[in-house]
């Protein structure tokens, strides 16, 4: 399973780190997306990390806002966005990504809601 | 970038009755690259389909995907209370991921 940090609040134009820390599998052998869904909209995918390698895929609206990092030791993964804003509102999904002979994600964290307000 | 559209945006159905949900993308898709998941209000998605037809483990046989390039269909063959949810279609290519905008199947 996928546990997520809790709900956070900020201020517009801070930056806000969230965990997901995974257990019950071989954390290295997996990737981690990162996914997130507005208020009232869908989802909206936002970047990979290899777990073992660290290697990244970021989507082009994120690029160089978000970076992701893994650490292997203790089965976590986090996701740190900056220069947040008020449309950054959402809820931030971890979830465990197959990227071999087919690509999608099988297990997925619990959410974690933040806000962004001044 | 590969946009994947899905329709109807709401389907309303009653229990028993079968649902299709289309999903159409702007290019074709590798059917390994396809998913579909389902997610209920105040939950996580749920991996329903991967490879564009092969069930997850735990999803009800009522469940079924196909389609293959650009089209590719969720069905579900009788409506249980349950299902009623929002489905989203998702790809994979050139090291980007994308999801369609979801259809709600309501009573």
């Known amino acids: 399973q996928l546990v997520q940090s809790g709900a956070e609040v900020r201020k517009p134009g801070a930056s806000v780190k969230v965990s997901c820390k995974a257990s019950?599998?071989?954390?290295?052998?997996?990737?981690i997306s990162w996914v997130r869904q507005a208020p009232g909209q869908g989802l909206e995918w936002m970047g990979w990390?290899?777990?073992?390698?660290?290697?990244?895929d970021y989507a082009q609206k994120f690029q160089g806002r978000v970076i992701l990092t893994t650490d292997t030791s203790t089965s976590t993964a986090s996701m740190e966005l900056r220069s947040l804003r008020s449309d950054d509102t959402a809820v931030y999904y971890c979830?465990?990504?197959?990227?071999?002979?087919?690509?999608?994600?099988?297990?997925w964290g619990n959410g974690t809601s933040f806000t962004v307000s001044s | 970038e590969i946009v994947l559209t899905q329709s109807p945006g709401t389907l309303s159905l009653s229990p028993g009755e079968r649902a299709t949900l289309s999903c159409r993308a702007s290019?074709?898709?590798?059917?390994?690259?396809l998913a579909w998941y389902q997610q209920k209000p105040g939950q996580a998605p749920r991996l329903l389909i991967y490879?564009?037809?092969n069930r997850a483990t735990g999803i009800p046989d009522r469940f079924s995907g196909s389609g293959s390039g650009t089209d590719f269909t969720l069905t579900i063959s009788r409506l249980e209370p349950e299902d009623f949810a929002v489905y989203y279609c998702?790809?994979?290519?050139?090291?980007?991921?994308?999801f369609g905008q979801g259809t709600k199947v309501e009573i």
């Open positions: 490879g564009a037809s």
């Open positions: 998702q790809q994979y290519d050139s090291s980007l991921w994308t």
């Open positions: 290019q074709s898709v590798r059917s390994n690259y």
């Open positions: 990390i290899s777990a073992y390698t660290g290697n990244t």
């Open positions: 979830a465990r990504s197959i990227t071999a002979r087919y690509f999608y994600m099988d297990v």
């Open positions: 019950g599998y071989i954390f290295a052998n997996y990737g």
